[in-house]
Each structure stands twice: as C-alpha cells, then as structure tokens.
C-alpha cells in the first residue's frame, strides 16, 4: 500500500514519529535525486540546443557524444553526494567544489581527446604545428575552456543544491 507523505502521518498517527519519518524517507532517495538532477540536465541543454541550432540533425552527435555523458556524470556525482544532503551534512562550499572540480576534470577529458585527433588529423588548425604551437593552443584555448567548464560545473552544482534541499526539506 502506498501512501503519500500528508496522509501516512495524518491517518497512521499511531506510529511513533520517527518511524514514521523513516516511511516518509523513503520517497526522497539519493539515486532518485540523481536521477532528477541528471533527467533534467538532459532536458535542459537538449532544449537549448535545439534552439541555437539552425539544423537539428547536426546537434545529435553533441547529444550523444557530450550531453549524455554529461549527464550521467551529473547523476552520478548527485547521487554520490545526496546522501550528505540528506543527513544536512552537505554544504553549498561542498557542492561548488565537487562540481567544479568534475567540471574542470571533464574538460580535461574532452581537450585531451580533441588536441591529441587534431595533432594527428591531416587538415586540421594543428596539422603542422611544431610544439611552441601546441603549447599555445593549450595554453590560449585548452586551459581557459576547462576552467570556464569548471564554472559551469559549479554554477550546475550550486543550482542542484538549492533545487535538491528543496526537494529534501518538502519531500521527506
């Protein structure tokens, strides 16, 4: 039988109430949150790419080769870290830093993947380029883009904590 929150504490007012909290804490759990953070991390950078992209068939392999993994990577390191919120153990330095620090680690992923295609590709703004060039590119282009999805890391985590207590505090 499922009840919902209101009427588990209004109509079992029997139960003790930190069982009957423990019942209610069932519903907000940190897989569930992560899932939440990560579904609507999907929907939201889907939504803006379609309505920046003039053809929306172009944007499919950023769906599939950078959001998606974004957004698994969202729901994981949320769940990873719901179970703190829960306990209000969590705080908005925690939640910034994780989510700067994954940020900035993505980066580093996505430019070591792209610098080291472009180094080898023929055609590419590379192709040709002695290592004084590399290092340019690395230190104009690769580092300054990595911080700044650092901050957008952060920023996201900032976001999803205030969303997440909300949910913690209404839901449980």
């Known amino acids: 039988m499922v009840f919902a929150p209101s009427s588990l504490i209004l109509t079992n007012y029997f139960l003790p109430l930190s069982e009957a909290l423990a019942v209610i804490g069932v519903f907000v759990q940190p897989r569930?949150?992560?899932l939440i953070n990560g579904f609507i991390t999907l929907l939201v950078w889907?939504?803006?790419?379609f309505v920046i992209a003039a053809n929306w068939f172009g944007v499919l392999p950023i769906f599939l080769f950078i959001l998606i993994p974004a957004s698994a990577l969202v729901a994981w390191r949320s769940t990873c870290l719901a179970p703190k919120l829960i306990n209000g153990?969590?705080?908005?330095?925690?939640?910034a830093q994780d989510g700067f620090k994954w940020g900035v680690i993505t980066g580093l992923v996505f430019w070591t993947f792209s610098i080291s295609t472009d180094v080898f590709a023929a055609g590419s703004a590379l192709m040709g380029a002695d290592f004084f060039q590399v290092l340019e590119y690395f230190f104009k282009i690769s580092i300054p883009i990595t911080l700044l999805l650092g901050v957008v890391g952060a920023i996201h985590s900032i976001v999803f904590y205030y969303f997440n207590h909300w949910l913690?505090?209404?839901?449980s």
């Open 32 to 34: 569930r949150l992560g």
């Open 46 to 49: 889907s939504l803006v790419g």
């Open 89 to 95: 153990e969590a705080t908005l330095k925690l939640y």
């Open 168 to 171: 913690v505090v209404n839901y």
